[in-house]
């Protein structure tokens, strides 16, 4: 399957974006997708993860009540609604898909990868 992630861009603190991870090739809905972000300087971090039919998700600390992700398998796209953003959200956004069981949060889990696209929350 091949990713491509979109919607990124510049943004106030307080502020609200969504970013879009769309796919092709392989069924999308026989994978479980997530969201990882890298700050500068920084190691990639688990953000989300929704399951095959976007029934149960699994979100980190630092965004959980903030973040919403969510997918649309007849689009082929997984969503990571974002409010109320923070400086320290800056970070390039990546989606992956993984075929293993369950919510995963470890990068070694997920077998496919998306470019990343940037979110910059600044005044």
């Known amino acids: 399957v091949q990713l491509q992630a979109s919607g990124g861009g510049l943004v106030h603190p307080g502020d609200s974006l969504r970013v879009s991870c769309t796919a092709s090739?392989?069924?999308?809905?026989?994978?479980?997708m997530g969201w990882f972000r890298q700050a500068p300087g920084k190691e990639r971090e688990f953000v989300a993860a929704?399951?095959?039919?976007?029934?149960?998700?699994y979100y980190a600390d630092s965004v959980k009540g903030r973040f919403t992700i969510s997918r649309d398998n007849a689009e082929n796209t997984v969503y990571l609604q974002m409010n109320s953003l923070k400086p320290e959200d800056t970070a390039v956004y990546y989606c992956?898909?993984?075929?293993?069981?369950?919510?995963?949060?470890?990068?070694?889990?997920?077998?496919?990868w998306g470019q990343g696209t940037l979110v910059t929350v600044s005044s």
């Open positions: 929704v399951n095959w039919g976007g029934s149960r998700t």
């Open positions: 992956a898909a993984t075929t293993r069981v369950g919510l995963r949060r470890l990068e070694n889990e997920y077998d496919y």
């Open positions: 090739g392989r069924s999308f809905s026989s994978y479980n």
